[in-house]
């Protein structure tokens, strides 16, 4: 088992240096939540710092207490088909709005999600067998929470009845006409639908390794309302090769995700708007405003607040997932005096069988915690046989505004995430393991790249002062809107470096649809030359171990480039052939919305008439 030492603190003093040396293009505040302090970021092209004050702030909410370690983690039931369409499992999954206990202390929460839960049924797919899922709208005519018209204003139709909202398939290797983009919307009974969108039933081919892929609202501008609301779900490929290794399996492998949300006194979902108590006379600024980020300030782990988890003294597969707004987190797992809230010794530690796009090659023991930023997965298992009879906390140190820096105080820390009790003794024999070697994972070769792409995540400001985040090129370094022409156009069958230069002040998870890639390593800023193609992977800090494998999302910190290798198309008998327009995007959720997302387009050799999505 290979063992890797944490460079995060390293890494981090480092970036920190860059952030507070004057390196060009970095900002150094990108927007904090759920307080007031003023958003600061730099003109696109300045190189200096500059202060931008929005119009309005953010009011600052707090939970009402809850009594925390009360409910038990529930797992998510398992979605089973309504029939078959070409020989094919069919199913019918709707979408619709219904309350849900998330707290003993709380009154049930009015909560969105699928068949009636959240989060949604788990579904389970086998690799290489195709499947046919109808997501169908049964929500009401208004939005459980509030929406902000001026987000992409000009081409949403705000005005019809009904709520919009679209499946996207997380880490599916899918035609474009199933991906769920984010103009592919609908509303209830399909009665309005958005200009991307063209059929009811999506097809999912399965034909990618096994792994833990998730399904998600994507309706452009209310993404970040429909997935905090509650529309998201567990989606598991499997295939007997995995089933043959050995690994914890049937109620010893629990998929969690985890989440941050706010409450209100009544039990309601509370999501903040941007207000002001003074707008200079300025009747035009939107009454709802978007935020630039989301911070709860209670932890969320399949559906119950402040939970816990009780597990025997044995090894456990968790698949977890971050399912939260923008809140990245740092993980380990600490002995816990639960009398006096205090923390002691390191409990047991991870070890990281796979990651989003599947199995790693082997096992990796984390020597330190586990990073996952939102929308990003880890196969993990632990083994709690040394522990038994005691007390565990599933802690989390990251700050809120991740790696960056907020100019203050921490906005919202959660560090407390849920309990885990261990039993006393086993109820059966612990007979999985973990083998030596999990699966192949062919590495793409550096010298097989046929196109180095330069691109960049930056930040501006709208007409109303409000944070906009941005993603550019290495020749419009200033970022281009949604709606702008497509500029990435890998064609099939190629092999494409992306270097993501971050020139904001903080970390940003970057997800690109239809594929998986491999991260190469990461530089500073100061290090990169954007003018010159190819990229020395020995001249690169190496990956991480949660950046091993196969990603389809990959966190890009402040004053640092990011290197991945993505090939378009089945790989070495992985994956498979697919062309049409897909999005790449940061999976902070209010980014993606405002305005941190991008069309690309996979066209077969020189074509490149397809339509955007």
Known sequence: MSRHTNRSEKRLSRRTFFLTSGVAGISAL?????????????????GEETEVTPPATVATHTSPELEKWVDEVPRPGVAEPTGTKEGQPHYEIEMGEFEQELHSDLPPTTVWGFDGQFPGPTIEAEQGEPIYVRWTNDLPDDHLLPVDTTVHGDTIPYDIDGVRTVTHLHGGNIESESDGKAKGWFTRDFQETGPAFEKKDYYYVNDQPPATLWYHDHAIGITRLNVYAGLAGFYLLRSERERELGLPDGEYEIPLVVQDRSFDEDGSLFYPSAVSEDRGGDESYPETSIVPEFYGDVPVVNGKAWPRLSVEPRTYRFRILNGSN???????????????????????????????????????????????????????????SDFAGETLLLHNDAPSMYRGRAGGEETKPLPEVMLVDVADSNDAEDDSRIPDELTEVPEIPTDAVDTHRHLVLTATSDEYGRMKHLLGTRDQPGGYSLEDPVTEEPELGTTEVWSIANNTGMSHPIHLHLVHFQVLGRQSVADYDSETDGVDPDALEPPEPYDLGWNDVVSVDPGEVVHVIVHFGEYEGLFNDQTGTYMWHCHMVEHEDYDMMRPYRVVPGDDSNATDG
């Open 30 to 46: 990108a927007g904090c939540t759920i307080d007031d302090t003023p958003s600061r970021t730099d003109g696109p092209a300045s």
């Open 326 to 384: 923008c809140r990245y987190y740092d993980l380990e797992l600490l002995e816990y005096d639960e009398a006096s809230g205090e923390t002691g010794d390191d409990g047991p530690s991870f070890v990281q069988v796979g990651n989003d796009g599947g199995l790693l090659a082997e096992p990796v023991g984390l020597d330190g915690r586990l990073e996952i930023g939102p929308g990003k997965r880890a196969d993990l298992v632990v083994d709690f």
